[in-house]
């Protein structure tokens, strides 16, 4: 009656990111038919800021941007920019999550059957950064990691009798 009736469910999530593109935030009217301005791209500066995005939110939380705003430039008004749509290699941060669920059905006589089940979202309580809130250069939140994309573990735990 212990060892019968097990399952056990895992889902597995794996996401490298998403490709990441950078406007120019402009305080004109639109550009070239209603076209986004795009800003400059400084030749030999990395895009993405030097380190680990979690380890630099965890020793500063204020460390959290994920672009770096000097590898960009203005482009003046009414001109394109050399910014590509997407960024080359470049991707919003890596998403990877586990969720596990583990039930067991009793027979309880008759018709009647009962279940229990514990379900664990996140089971590794791993924090998964959201893409940056904004991507426009020249605003004042650009590039930076502002929310979470998951929740922190979550347990829920069910009891179910039929008959």
């Known amino acids: ?13 794996v ?12 305080n004109t009217a ?16 990395d895009f993405l800021m030097p380190g680990d995005i979690t380890d630099r939110i965890r020793t500063n939380v204020s460390d959290n941007r994920y672009l770096n705003p000097g590898a960009f430039s203005a482009t003046p008004l009414n001109r394109y920019g050399n910014a590509p749509r997407t960024l080359p290699g470049v991707m919003s941060p890596v998403r990877n999550n586990v969720d596990l669920s583990v039930s067991k059905n009793v027979r309880t006589g008759g018709s009647t059957s009962a279940s229990i089940r514990v ?25 930076q990691i502002t929310n979470q994309a998951t ?6 735990f069910t009891f179910r009798f039929a008959f």
């Open 1 to 13: 009656m212990l060892l019968g009736g097990w399952s056990a469910t895992a889902v597995i999530t």
């Open 15 to 26: 996401q490298s990111g998403f490709p990441i593109g950078v406007s120019q935030n402009e």
């Open 119 to 143: 379900e664990v979202l996140n089971l590794f309580n791993q924090v998964q950064w959201a893409a940056p809130a904004s991507v426009a250069f020249g605003n004042s939140n650009f590039a």
């Open 151 to 156: 929740n922190m573990r979550m347990m829920q």
């Open 30 to 45: 639109s550009f070239l038919f209603g076209g986004t301005l795009r800003p400059n791209v400084v030749p030999g500066v």
